[in-house]
């Protein structure tokens, strides 16, 4: 990693803040809100998570619920790609395709609009963590059920002892910001 990156990932690092105990006792939660509050900190942020994927030809980014939404549309923007939001159980207004998986503290299920995208598309997901895996795989799991091809994953954070970006597709190309 050069100079300038490593300054860039020093700086988002710093504004991540630590919650104890969120949203259940032991859970020690990752908040992106300050990167969001500083406005150079939300652009680097943009930036450093395009960067890798500007010359793969994204026709979407599929960002999950809910802080997914909030670097996923940047995404989208920068990569001149449409944006697909994944969400939670009966938030969606068209017919939709669901996936349930598990989390470190429980499970859940997500929903995507079943005419989201064309067979064949090329998908990027984005979500602002990897804890287990279990969203972006579940996330992935919507994709191929609907004929979209998923060419790479994006996060912000990515919690290293809960191994969760192995629980990944090895072939396809994986971005990770900051591995806490």
């Known amino acids: 990693m050069d100079g ?47 960067r890798p994927f500007r010359k793969k030809n994204i ?3 599929v960002g999950l619920e809910s802080r997914g939404f909030l670097f996923g549309t940047n995404l989208a923007q920068d990569l001149h790609a449409g944006f697909i939001p994944i969400r939670k159980p009966g938030k969606l207004p068209a017919e939709t395709v669901s996936a349930t998986y598990a989390l470190e503290y429980g499970e859940d299920t997500i929903e995507m ?19 287990t895996g279990g969203s972006a795989k579940a996330a992935t799991d919507l994709v191929q059920k609907l004929g979209g091809d ?16 192995n629980m990944l597709p ?10 806490l």
């Open 4 to 50: 300038v990156k490593q300054q860039i990932i020093a700086l988002l690092k710093k504004n991540i803040r630590n919650i104890p105990d969120f949203p259940k006792p032991g859970i020690q939660f990752k908040d992106i809100t300050p990167l969001l509050q500083n406005p150079d900190t939300l652009e680097l942020t943009s930036q450093v998570l395009a």
């Open 59 to 61: 026709d979407y980014v």
């Open 113 to 131: 609009h079943k005419d989201a995208f064309s067979k064949g598309d090329r998908i990027l997901v984005h979500d602002d963590l990897i804890a």
């Open 150 to 165: 998923v060419v790479g994953y994006s996060f912000i954070i990515a919690l290293e002892a809960l191994e969760g970006v």
């Open 170 to 179: 090895d072939h396809i190309q994986k971005e990770v910001l900051l591995s």
